[in-house]
T-cell receptor, first 115, second 109 residues
């Protein structure tokens, strides 16, 4: 069974803390993505990566950074957490070909609360 | 701007049929996706449409009209396990996915 695993399902952090969200996929996918999901809004893309050590900004990169040192692992970093970053964070991966029914496989999500 | 509209919430009865609509305005079009997301779980892929018409997959069907910027997901013989959110997403001319806010479907016995 193919998997995208997010290491933490629930986190509670304080304002100003540095937060790491880890995502690992076992499907040898080239592409990896970080989204945030908030009530009443569509998924919003934070960052994505098409290859190891490559990263691209999505629609809402401010306040976030990412790291992709290995193909299977994509980390989201909040350098200094703020309350408006309280959200559900979803990691996803897909094969490299950016056409056709190239579907995303999602992790179960990490719900982050910043106090 | 780019926009995907879906109803926020729908209620249907077990065994019935429900149609979830999605309208879109995007910069170009390179396919439309439907995903299902049970509460607290990962979204999972349901269907993909790139040409006009109906795609059927078991109890689920998805329809696309590119000229109208419109799609629907049709669920037949509803089961309690179909209670979930249904997400519509369009791939634009840059091959980026634009997501709707999702439709929460409540199934009643």
């Amino acid at each position: 069974d193919v998997k995208v695993t997010q290491s933490s399902r629930y986190l509670v952090k304080r304002t100003g803390e540095k937060v790491f969200l880890e995502c690992v996929q076992d499907m040898d996918h080239e592409n990896m993505f970080w989204y945030r999901q908030d009530p009443g809004l569509g998924l919003r893309l934070i960052y994505f990566s098409y290859d190891v050590k490559m990263k691209e900004k999505g629609d809402i990169p401010e306040g976030y950074s990412v790291s992709r040192e290995k193909k299977e692992r994509f980390s989201l970093i909040l350098e200094s957490a703020s309350t408006n970053q309280t959200s559900m964070y979803l990691c996803a991966s897909s094969f490299g070909e950016d056409s056709g029914a190239n579907v995303l496989t999602f992790g179960a999500g990490s719900r982050l609360t910043v106090l | 701007g780019q926009n995907i509209d879906q109803p926020t919430e729908m209620t249907a009865t077990e065994g019935a049929i429900v149609q979830i609509n999605c309208t879109y305005q995007t910069s170009g079009f390179n396919g439309l996706f439907w995903y299902q997301q049970h509460a607290g779980e990962a979204p999972t892929f349901l269907s993909y449409n790139v040409l006009d018409g109906l795609e059927e997959k078991g109890r689920f069907s998805s329809f696309l009209s590119r000229s109208k910027g419109y799609s629907y997901l049709l669920l037949k013989e509803l089961q309690m396990k179909d209670s979930a959110s249904y997400l519509c997403a369009v791939r634009d001319s840059n091959y980026q996915l634009i997501w709707g806010a999702g439709t929460k479907l409540i199934i009643k016995p």
